[in-house]
């Protein structure tokens, strides 16, 4: 069982930063791959950003490339989003997931565990 709790979300204009981080229990964070993802009012749950289980390999949606970095300190247990260069269309509830498999994945079906989300608002 693992527990995960986002942090660090809030409210920043638009061109601005914000970094999210993810705390989650258990000895064997480190066995799992993470992810990110975001669901914005009226939308579906989309896939942001994800990182394998030793934190060696990353994977973004194209409508983040560049702006958002992901990273992991498996000695802290925690997950990371860098947030840079904020759009108004980046508003959304961010969600971090954790997957047993040791990849990245993008597909949500793939994540067996949820943190109870943190709001991003980017105001123009």
């Known amino acids: 069982q693992v527990q995960l709790v986002e942090s660090g979300g809030g409210l920043v204009q638009a061109g601005g930063s914000l970094r999210l981080s993810c705390a989650a229990s258990g000895r064997t964070f480190s066995s799992y791959a993470m992810g990110w993802f975001r669901q914005a009012p009226g939308k579906e749950r989309e896939f942001v950003a994800a990182?394998?289980?030793?934190?060696?390999?990353?994977y973004y949606a194209d409508s983040v490339k560049g702006r958002f970095t992901i990273g992991r300190a498996n000695a802290k247990n925690t997950v990371y989003l860098r947030m840079n260069s904020l759009k108004p269309e980046d508003t959304a509830v961010y969600y971090c997931?954790?997957?047993?498999?040791?990849?990245?994945?993008?597909?949500?079906?793939?994540?067996?565990?949820w943190g109870q989300g943190t709001q991003v608002t980017v105001s123009s």
């Open positions: 990182i394998n289980w030793s934190g060696g390999s990353t």
């Open positions: 997931a954790a997957s047993s498999g040791s990849s990245w994945y993008i597909s949500a079906r793939r994540y067996d565990y």
